[in-house]
């Protein structure tokens, strides 16, 4: 079956502008994930949906970084007023539930602000 | 908080030698524990996890690792490397409860390289 899908696959941005990220889960999956993988280091929680809502959303780094799942299935990052910093891959993953259910990473979006 | 060290950015090996990446946990309550994998331009992959009962775990691809409590550790082996090995590993935990469950707190990966 389909897996986790993310689009774009890359993006680049001049510093200021606004970006969205799209991810889509694997159908079915209640579980949303998004992290942040800056080179050389594992990937960084951000946020994670349960269903529509946001169970946890403590490592989003400031407000300028919003997500949201309206329907409980395709989520979309949103970063407002971009910075050099915030170039990175975004990961994306699904899980069937939270907790020990695996967790089924997409290929991610490269992000670049220049 | 809990954090996740991996000793070694870059581990060599040859063809047929043993793989052993090392990964040590920091957290006042075991957590669940996992390695991934990551193939050039590829997504990650889970390997294996521990979450109760059996301390050896088995993965794919011929990978095991062991949960040590005493040692906090969960360190990845195979017996013989092999070319197709080489990639990125990361070792990760999480929460075994609370509203974090399931948010994986990586390390920040041991890339190995696997030498003819």
């Known amino acids: 079956g389909a897996g986790v899908s993310q689009t774009p696959s890359n993006k680049v941005t001049e510093k200021g502008k606004y970006v969205e990220l799209r991810c889509d889960p694997i159908?079915?999956?209640?579980?949303l994930y998004w992290y942040r993988q800056s080179l050389g280091q594992g990937p960084e929680f951000l946020i994670y949906?349960?269903?529509?809502?946001?169970?946890?959303d403590s490592g989003l780094p400031n407000d300028r970084f919003f997500a949201v799942r309206p329907e409980g299935s395709v989520s979309t990052l949103k970063i407002q007023r971009t910075e050099r910093g915030d170039s990175a891959v975004y990961l994306c993953?699904?899980?069937?539930?939270?907790?020990?259910?695996?967790?089924?990473f997409g290929p991610g979006t490269r992000l670049t602000v220049t | 908080a809990q954090s996740v060290t991996q000793l070694g950015s870059h581990v060599s090996v040859s063809e047929g030698a043993l793989v052993l990446l090392r990964c040590n946990y920091s957290?006042?309550?075991?957590?669940?524990l996992f390695w991934y994998v990551q193939y050039p331009n590829q997504g990650l992959q889970l390997l294996l996890k521990?979450?109760?009962?059996?301390?050896l775990v088995k993965g794919i691809n011929g990978f095991e690792a062991e949960f040590k409590k005493s040692e906090t550790s969960f360190h990845l082996t195979k017996p013989s490397a092999h070319m197709s090995d080489a990639a990125e590993y990361f070792c990760?935990?999480?929460?075994?409860?609370?509203?974090?469950?399931?948010?994986?707190?990586f390390g920040k990966g041991t890339k190995l390289s696997v030498k003819p």
């Open positions: 993953a699904s899980s069937l539930q939270p907790g020990t259910s695996e967790q089924y």
């Open positions: 159908s079915g999956h209640t579980a």
């Open positions: 949906f349960q269903g529509t809502g946001a169970a946890d």
């Open positions: 957290s006042s309550v075991p957590p669940y």
């Open positions: 521990y979450t109760t009962g059996a301390t």
């Open positions: 990760a935990v999480s929460d075994r409860y609370g509203g974090s469950q399931g948010n994986l707190i």
